[in-house]
C-alpha cells in the first residue's frame, strides 16, 4: 500500500512543480493575480460540473458540519491555498524555480516534521533528532550545489 502513496507523491511533485514554473513564466508576463484567479475560477467550474454529476458529492460535503470547525480548518486552507500560489509564482519569477522549489521542499520538510513533533492536524506524533536536522541541513546544502560556480 506505501506504493500507492509514493506514487501519489512523485504525481503531487511533478504537478507542483509544472504548475508553479508555468504560473512563474505566466505570472512574469500578465502579473500575479490574473495566474491565480484564472486557474481557480477553472477549477471552480470543473468541480461545480462533478457536483451536479455526482450529486452524492454534496451530501459528502456537508459532513463537514458534523466535524467540529470543520469549516474554518478548509477556509484556512483555501486561505494558505492562495498563498501557496500567489508566494510560489512571485518566488520563482524573483529566483527562478530550481532555488524556489529547494527553499520550498526545505520549508515543507521543516514545518512537516514541526507538525508531527507536535502531533498536530491528527500527525502521527515523532520527535525532532539530529538525523531529521542533519537531514534538513543536506536538503538546504544540496540546493546551493546546484548554484555553486
Known sequence: MIYIGVIFAIIAGVCVALQGSVNGFVGGQVGVFPTILVPIAI???????????????????????????GWWLLLFSAFLGLGLLSFMTLSIIKIGPLMAFGI????????????EHFGLFGAVQSTVNMSKLAGLLCVMGGVFLFYRK
Open 43 to 69: 477549477q471552480i467550474v470543473l468541480l461545480m460540473g462533478l457536483l451536479f454529476v455526482k450529486r452524492e458529492l454534496v451530501a459528502d460535503s456537508m459532513k463537514l458540519s458534523t466535524m467540529t470547525n
Open 104 to 115: 520550498i521542499v526545505f520549508t515543507q520538510l521543516l514545518i512537516s516534521m514541526l507538525l
